[in-house]
């Protein structure tokens, strides 16, 4: 696999998964979790899986430096968004890190916000959905077996720190909601809600000069000075970044120094399992949604706009405070120390940073069933509903085929079978698949199958 070509690729018929686990995140019910929801679906879709819980912060980063990755081919992260940003700062800093990233990587939903893990749930298609629901999607895209790239943010702080991000960087309002609500982790989600209704009873504004490389603009060249190039800083380069302490090129948008209430840089669409906040549509290769809020916006404008976010709503609101742009690029800096900035959820001290995306970077499972793709089903000893959980929602996924044949099966439009793979026989035709008449979904047949090999060998 190479990320930076793009396209898809799928894991192995035979699959094998580490499963890094956080039995403490979210309300700390992760690991029945698993064992109730996640393993019986893992078992009917033949993937084996290796199990390691984490014992505390960065635990996950210290873990996945030191293994050897060929034992597995997929790294799955059951808890919030933050042990995922562990994981992979763990890869980028490992010496053979350009090797290490590529590994694919799957996200369970088991913490508090779970961000990264709806919006993987949104670009497969399915409805927004929320705890048990969201966490069975997530493991039958891991069942599905099909993979995407995504972006990868890097950041740089004033510090000499190099970060990498999968989901986001904020500040102001939404780092403050995020970091000082974990006193109430016990609460799931719910913390959230308390944590922005504390926070908009005190309401902070933050100073700081913001600067952009809007997505589209024509770039006049690499930097004569790139900020990464250097030998004790390991990564990609970034090559639209100068050093933080130049001023930023000439082509860049400037936001004049002023008062913000909160900054948001993010990748993907949902900022939480209910907060879709980029209703804009899944970002290009190599930008990211950049929005901010100017000081001066009412407490009870911004009530609207948080609870207008739930359904994507928010930019319907016309409030004049309220900015977006895509970005490929862009600098933050901080005029008065106060405040903090949180990366996928997690601390970082109030100072300047400047990030850049990295186009399809890492390879993530991100995709429903695609049309007319054909995958190979599994042997099934029943129909669905004569029995077992686990297998009803595969069937309904579409990952089982009926009793002791073993065939080759595809979706594709109701009513319109798919063309024939390339190297079958061209004698061989598509059938409906018996799974149409198990959904009240379609009426036409939508999932077709044939019961010949490749070149038109029996089965």
Sequence with gaps: ?????????????????????????????????????????????????????????????????????????????????????????????????????????????????????????????YEQVTNEDLLTNCTLLLCRRLLEPMNLLSLQTASGLRLFSVLSLSWGFIADVDLESEKFRRLGELRFTLGTFLRLAALRVYRGRLAYLPAGRGVPGVPASPAVDRQDQQGPTDAHLVPLEEPVPAHWTVVPEQDFVLVLALLHSHLGSEMFAAPMGRSAAGTMHLFYVRAGVSRATLLRLFLAMEKGKHLEQACPYLVYAPVVAFRLEPKDGKGVFAADGELLVSEAVQGQVHADYIWMDRRGLSPARVVVGRRSKRTPGEGGKAEDVLWKAGLCLPKARMRLWARSPAGCPPPLPVGASPVLSWEPHPMNQNTNKVTLPAYWCYSRCWGGSGV
């Excluded at 590529?102 to 993987?120: E, F, M, Q």
């Design 1 to 125: 696999m190479d990320p930076a070509g793009g396209g898809g690729s799928l894991l192995p018929e035979r699959c094998r998964v580490l499963v890094l686990l956080n039995p403490r995140g979210g309300k700390g019910k992760a690991l029945q979790l698993f064992w109730s929801h996640v393993q019986p679906l893992l078992a009917q879709a033949g993937i084996s899986f290796t199990l390691m819980l984490t014992e505390r912060r960065n635990h996950a980063r210290e873990l996945v430096q030191g293994l050897e990755l060929g034992r597995w081919d997929a790294l799955v992260v059951m808890s919030g968004d933050g042990l995922m940003y562990e994981v992979v700062n763990g890869l980028m800093e490992r010496p053979d890190w350009e090797t290490a990233i590529r590994k694919p990587l799957c996200s369970l939903p088991a913490g508090s916000g779970n961000a990264l893990a709806a919006s993987l749930n949104h670009y497969a298609g």
